[in-house]
C-alpha cells in the first residue's frame, strides 16, 4: 500500500540526542584510518541529517498549508529557537569533513562541491551568534505569518492575498483597480509594522555579520547563497546589462499592451491585464489541471510519466489557496520519504499552469538526484535550481493547449512577455538588497525612497496612479524573499536567461535539449552555477553578449506572435 503524505509521521527531534551521538561519530570519524571507513561513518552521520530535514521539512510544509494549526505553529517556533543549535551540528561536521587528512580522498568519492559547501558553511556560522540567528528566524516568521493573515472584503468576499491573483487580470478596470486599493488598504495598515520587521532584520542580520568579521552583511550573504563561482562585480555586470538590453524592450512591450488594450495611460493594476477580450485563463478546476497535468507528462517522456505518477498518488501537492494558507508556492524535499512536495495556492489565473509546471521542475530535478547518497546534493544552489524550474515551463509549451484550449496563443505571448519583463525588476530586487545592507543605517522611509529610485532605473514605466503606499516606494513590501532570503532574488534572472536558451534549442531540436535538462537534473547539486550550465551545453549568463542574444530571439517571437493574438 502506497504512504500518503498524510501518513507521514513526525515527531520533535530530541536534539541534544542527535547531539551526542553526531559529536559520538566525529571522534570516531577522526580515529579512521582510511577515506573508505571515514565514508563509512558520514554514511551513519548523514542518517541523522536527513531525519532532521524531514523533520523540520515535515513542520514548514504542514505550518504553511494552515498558519492557524496551533500545533505545527509551535513546531515552527521550536525550529526557528532551535535552528541555530541545528546550524551548529552542521558546523561541527563540515569543520571534520574539511580537516580530515583523507580529504583528497574523500573529494574523489563525494566530489569537490561537497567540500565548497562545507567551507562557506563554516564561515558563514559561529556558536557565538546563535542567538542572533534565533532572532532572525523569528522576525522572518513574523513576516510569513502576518502576510497569512490578511482577510480584505471585497466584491461581496472576504479575500487573503492570494486569492486577489484574478482581479489583477479582471477586464473591467475599475475593478482592477478597487482590488489594488482593497490589497494596499491592508498593506498600508501594516505599513509600520512591515517596515519595522525589516528594519530589524536588516539589523540583526549586519550585526551578524559584524560579529562573524564580515565588513557587512553582503558579503556574509553571498557565501550563505553559496555563490561559489561568481562575485558581486559579476553580478552587477549582469544588471548593467540587464539595464541596457531589458529595460528599452520591456518599456516597448509595456507601450504595445497599452495600445493593444485600449488605454491612454498604462497604469500599475493594468499591467496584468494583456487582452481586452480577456487573459488566457486554464479551462477547468484544480483536479482538471492536475489531471491534464498527467497525460502532459505521459506524453513527454517516461521519467516525468514515473515521477508525476509518484507524486499523484502519494498526494504529494498542496495547491488550492484556501483560509489561514501562506501565500506563493514552493517545492521542498522530504528526505527519509525520497519524496518531493508541491505547495502552491491555485486561483483561476494562468499562474495556476505556470507555477504548477515551475514547481515541477524543481520537483523532478529533485526526483531525478533523489539517489545522491550526499543530501546536500539533493537540491544544486539556488540560481542553478530555478534552471531546471523555469525551463520546465517552456518544455511544457507543447501541451498548453491542454489547458488553454483557443487561448494558447494568448498564455505562451503573455507567458513569455511576463518572464523577459520580470529581469529587470529581479535585478532591480538585486541591487535594492545589495544597497540596503551596505547602508543598514538608513531608516525605512529612505529604504523606501532608494527603492524608487531603482524602479525609475528599471521600470520606467510603472505608474501607480497615486494609490498609496505603492506610490511611496512600498511594492517590495509583498516580495517575500527579501525578508526570509536575503539575495535570492537574483537567482531567478540568472536562470530565466538559461532556460531562455533551452526553449530555444527545444525549438530546433527538442529531444537533444531534453536529453541535456535531464541529465542536469540527474546531476543535482554536484556541481556550483556555472559548471552545471556548461554541462548542460549552456552559455553562462555573465558572459557577455548572452543575454543580448537571448532578448533578441524573445523579441523576435513575441512579434511572431502578437499578430495570432489580437
Partial sequence: ????????????????????????????????????????????????????????????????????????????????????????????????????????????????????????????????????????????????????????????????????????????????????????????????????????????????????????????????????????????????????????????????????????????????????????????????????????????????????????????????????KEGGGYCTFIPNHASPFIFSNFNGTLDDVTVLTHEAGHAFQSYMSRGFEVPEYQFPTLEAAEIHSMSMEYFTYPWMNLFFKEDTDKFKFTHMADNISFLPYGVAIDEFQHIVYENPELTPLERRQEWKKLEDKYLPHRDYDGIEPLSSGAFWHRQGHVFGVPFYYIDYTLAQVCALQFWKRANEDFDAAWADYVNLCKLGGSLPFNALAQSANLTSPFEDGCLESVVEEVKHYLNSIDDKVL
Avoid: C, W
Avoid at 20 to 27: G, R, Y
Avoid at 138 to 159: C, N, P
Avoid at 220 to 242: A, S, T
Avoid at 295 to 312: I, Q, V
Fill in 1 to 324: 500500500m502506497v504512504r500518503t503524505f498524510k501518513d507521514y509521521e513526525y515527531e520533535r527531534p530530541d536534539l541534544e540526542k542527535i547531539s551526542s551521538e553526531v559529536d559520538a561519530l566525529l571522534e570516531e570519524f577522526k580515529t579512521k584510518n582510511s577515506a573508505e571507513e571515514q565514508g563509512e561513518v558520514i554514511d551513519r552521520l548523514n542518517v541523522h541529517f536527513n531525519h532532521l530535514s524531514t523533520m523540520s521539512t515535515l513542520t514548514y510544509i504542514r505550518a504553511s498549508i494552515d498558519t492557524k494549526d496551533e500545533f505545527y505553529d509551535q513546531e515552527r517556533t521550536f525550529f526557528d529557537e532551535y535552528g541555530p543549535m541545528i546550524q551548529e551540528i552542521d558546523h561541527k561536521y563540515y569543520q571534520a569533513i574539511s580537516s580530515s587528512q583523507h580529504r583528497d580522498a574523500l573529494e574523489e568519492r563525494y566530489g569537490k562541491q561537497l567540500f565548497a559547501l562545507a567551507q562557506n558553511a563554516i564561515k558563514g556560522f559561529d556558536p557565538k551568534v546563535k542567538e542572533l540567528l534565533q532572532k532572525e528566524n523569528k522576525l522572518d516568521s513574523e513576516y510569513s505569518k502576518l502576510m497569512a493573515s490578511a482577510e480584505i472584503e471585497f466584491d461581496g468576499k472576504v479575500l487573503n492575498l492570494s486569492e486577489f491573483g484574478p482581479y489583477a487580470q479582471h477586464k473591467d478596470r475599475d475593478m482592477r483597480r478597487g482590488a489594488t486599493e482593497a490589497v494596499q488598504g491592508f498593506m498600508g495598515t501594516q505599513l509600520e509594522k512591515i517596515d519595522q520587521i525589516y528594519d530589524d532584520l536588516v539589523k540583526t542580520r549586519h550585526q551578524i555579520a559584524q560579529e562573524l568579521g564580515y565588513k557587512d552583511f553582503v558579503e556574509l550573504g553571498y557565501i550563505r547563497m553559496n555563490r561559489i563561482d561568481y562575485d558581486r562585480d559579476m553580478v552587477e555586470n549582469f544588471r548593467r546589462q540587464v539595464a541596457d538590453h531589458v529595460v528599452p524592450l520591456v518599456t516597448e512591450l509595456k507601450e504595445r499592451q497599452r495600445k493593444r488594450i485600449g488605454l491612454s495611460e498604462l497604469k500599475s493594476y493594468d499591467e496584468s491585464f494583456d487582452f481586452v477580450t480577456g487573459n488566457a485563463t486554464p479551462k477547468g478546476d484544480t483536479e482538471e489541471i492536475l489531471e491534464n497535468g498527467a497525460k502532459m507528462y505521459k506524453e513527454l517522456s517516461p521519467e516525468t510519466d514515473e515521477f508525476y505518477t509518484f507524486m499523484r498518488e502519494r498526494e504529494l501537492f498542496d495547491v488550492e489557496a484556501k483560509k489561514g
